[in-house]
């Protein structure tokens, strides 16, 4: 059985940017198991396909509800796998799934990883462009883990970096993780990008990043990954979303 959860991400000023939408996965005996296991194996599979259609479809439709019970100014963020992102039909039949839900393209935004803007293709390049026409938003996750230069970043359309959670989890007792996600955001600003630190799970962390002039927050401090029922819930309760009469 697959579901969806979804984390709110946090303004620095305060009030949600956005939620990211994770896949789960429950073994009818082993439980819940982790997508970090289970995504490579669908990748291997090929079942990727599907499954990613089915989440960024899921979301796109999910969040077009919410925003009818009046949530504005909210992306719901997808990840992609490689393999979803280098398929000729991607953009397609991305523009079919925001067409059929009935969401913005102001309303989604899609993750990435490193390696998928570095295969040196000009289709990925291409595809970034079409997104940035459509004001479909684009981040990179997991930023500062892979093998990458940093030259793609001077002509790839990208909204946002997402600073991993291995460098936020040390960042109070460890200078050169400090130092790390302090050169992250300095180098986002700098470009006109965003910054998103992940993981975030103590005030110490948060104060540290506030220092920094971070600009969005996403961890278990603000809030863990929830399924659709009790984010519509925490929206209430926040005061962004009407409840159902
Ligand atoms: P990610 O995209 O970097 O997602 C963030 C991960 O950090 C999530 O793990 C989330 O539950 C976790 N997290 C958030 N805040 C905290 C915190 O304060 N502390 C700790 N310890 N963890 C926190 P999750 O849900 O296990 O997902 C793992 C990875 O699996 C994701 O990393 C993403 O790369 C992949 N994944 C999840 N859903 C999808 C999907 O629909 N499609 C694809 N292609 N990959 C997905
Ligand atoms: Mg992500
Ligand atoms: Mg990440």
Redesign the pocket.
Known sequence: MTH??Y?PLIRREGGVAGC?????WKHPEKGFI???DF?PLAEDTGM?IP??HW?LERACRDFRMLRERGLKECRVA????PL?FQRADFFKGLCQTLEVSGLPPEGLEL?V?EGVLLDGSDGALETLHALRGLSVSVAI??FGTGFSSLSYLRHMPVNKL?I??SFVNHIVENDKDAAIVEGIITLAHRLDMEVVA????TEEQLGHLNTLDCDIY????FA??MPLAALDAWLVKEERIRPVS
């Open positions: 969806r959860d984390q990211e939408a994770l896949v789960r982790s997508p970090a995504i990727i499954l990613g989440i997808v990840n992609l796998s979803q993750e990883t996750d997991d997402k991993d959670r992940e993981g975030i799970e996403q961890g278990y401090l863990k990954p």
